[in-house]
């Protein structure tokens, strides 16, 4: 009995140690990686994560620029996933995905795509008060839909200052609150997606 508690513990803290890295959270199934393929192809790998976004890119009329095959060569796209699609439908009334009007799909998907690539390293320090709106260094970007301030963050480990963790956060012009990247630098050959977390909110952008 004691050795079985003792490989519950062990198991117990590869679990835990496994569920961070130096460099960023992973919430769920989301991971890093190096796809050899285009975004859209990517997407498809993992449906428990991107069928409902994959149904929304197209009824956006969206697919070619995921494809790379559209105007523009590389795109970050700040991937919303089918937790926070799916909560949309159920505060809304909708039964499928199509049922969310077009409109709303390709302004709500253009706020979250950067025309170029933005890797976390490209993005510098920075902050923004969520008191005061107050900003300062960090990053803003064009995105098709309008503008985003980018930062990161980094935290300190066991009291050392800039040694443990850094996150990537944005806040979209005209939204109602900053916003984390749960998974970073997810790198296809035609973009990156910077995975969002399972309770972000359309509201927030």
Known sequence: MAKLIYLLKGVALIVLLGSCTKWNYHEGELANGVHDCSMWEYLHTQPWDWDSTIIMIEHAGLKDLFEGK???????????????????????????????????????????????????????RGKRDEYTGEESDGIEYRTLGGRLFMWTYQQPFEGVPDMGEISLHFFARGGTAVNRIY???????????????YSFQFKYI
């Open 183 to 197: 998974s970073t630098d997810i790198q296809t050959n035609n973009g990156v997606v910077q995975a969002l977390g």
């Open 70 to 124: 559209g105007e523009h060569e590389q795109i970050t796209f700040l991937g919303v996933t089918n937790y926070s699609i799916r909560l949309y439908m159920i505060e809304n009334g909708y039964e499928k995905v199509t049922d969310i009007p077009v409109e709303f799909c390709q302004n709500t998907l253009s706020k979250l795509i950067i025309p170029q690539r933005v890797m976390l390293a490209d993005v510098p």
